[in-house]
């Protein structure tokens, strides 16, 4: 059995910062991409940011600059630090993570339960 928990969401002014993390637990061999994935009401959920296991990083363009994604691979953890929120951030944020469990040797996307963020203007 696999779980992604993520804690560090919460309600923030518009500029303000938060920081999510995330932690894989589970009979894991390993972990391939990490990420965040993010749902406002009344859309479609969308892709926020994804690193590697080597820290490359990606960015939607609507981060770019203010979000910066990190990893702990000793600790099977992803963390998103947000700065610079705007309203339009508001959502529900999930942690992603591609990894092969014990006993497989697929390798298949974990999602989080999801963390609210919310940012007032």
């Known amino acids: 059995q696999v779980q992604l928990g993520e804690s560090g969401g919460g309600l923030v002014q518009a500029g303000g910062s938060l920081r999510l993390s995330c932690a894989a637990s589970?009979?894991?061999?390993?972990?391939?991409?990490m990420g965040w994935y993010r749902q406002s009401r009344g859309k479609e959920r969308e892709l926020v940011a994804t690193i590697s296991s080597d820290s490359t990083a990606k960015y939607a363009d609507s981060v770019k600059g203010r979000f910066t994604i990190s990893r702990d691979n000793a600790k099977n953890m992803v963390y998103l630090q947000m700065n610079r929120l705007k309203p339009e951030d508001t959502a529900v944020y999930y942690c992603?993570?591609?990894?092969?469990?014990?006993?497989?040797?697929?390798?298949?996307?974990?999602w989080g339960q999801g963390t609210q963020v919310t940012v007032s203007s």
């Open positions: 992603i993570a591609d990894l092969i469990r014990g006993g497989t040797t697929l390798l298949y996307r974990y």
């Open positions: 589970g009979s894991i061999i390993s972990i391939n991409i």
